[in-house]
């Protein structure tokens, strides 16, 4: 009896032992990626500095290019917004008449000015055009002036700064666009 007391004690301490050698085995210590180590003090994962910078100075560049790309295509926005009117003006001095061509420029000029006009912070205008012209060949020289003028602010302003003299010219061209558009019909 004695022998199966001992024997029975022995096999509860196996199981015991065994079952705690297992537990431990499934409890393994939690893995962390390579870029963050384990906080000794607080036991929270936190990041290590020395090995973000690379990436957060990638981060950066990155965003960095995209602003200046999006600076490039600003200024050839108003670039072209300017060349379009100049060749609008030339082509009503010779033919007295839109063609098809040139309804699609003043299309174009008055997206570009929106877009403009958005990059420069400002929203949709509620203001009408101040003493429309009240022939084409004198809108034209005024959409000619005006997109000169919106180019000149848009090359001299830096990509960071808001400029309510952009947003202005650029409304004044989209509502000088919609002018045009409504006299030649």
């Not at 297992?22 to 290590?48: E, F, H, I, M, W």
Request: hydrophobic share 35%.
């Amino acid at each position: 009896m004695l022998l199966r007391v001992l024997l029975f004690a022995l096999l509860i301490a196996a199981c015991l032992g065994g079952g705690s050698r297992l537990s431990a085995r499934g409890q393994t210590a939690q893995k962390y990626p390579d870029n963050v180590q384990r906080n000794k003090t607080t036991g929270d994962a936190s990041d290590d500095p020395e090995q973000e910078s690379p990436h957060r100075e990638m981060l950066k560049e990155m965003a960095l290019k995209r602003e200046e790309n999006e600076y490039k295509e600003h200024l050839s926005r108003a670039r072209e917004n300017a060349r379009l009117a100049v060749e609008l003006q030339e082509a009503f001095a010779r033919q007295k008449t839109f063609d098809g061509s040139d309804i699609k420029k003043l299309g174009r000029m008055e997206k570009l000015s929106r877009q403009i006009r958005s990059n420069a912070g400002g929203e949709e205008n509620k203001d009408e055009l101040k003493e429309p012209p009240p022939q084409v060949e004198v809108a034209l020289e005024r959409l000619v002036k005006l997109s000169a003028e919106l180019q000149k602010k848009v090359e001299s302003t830096p990509r960071q700064v808001v400029s309510a003299a952009i947003i202005k010219r650029a409304n004044e061209v989209v509502e000088l666009v919609k002018h045009i558009r409504t006299l030649y019909r």
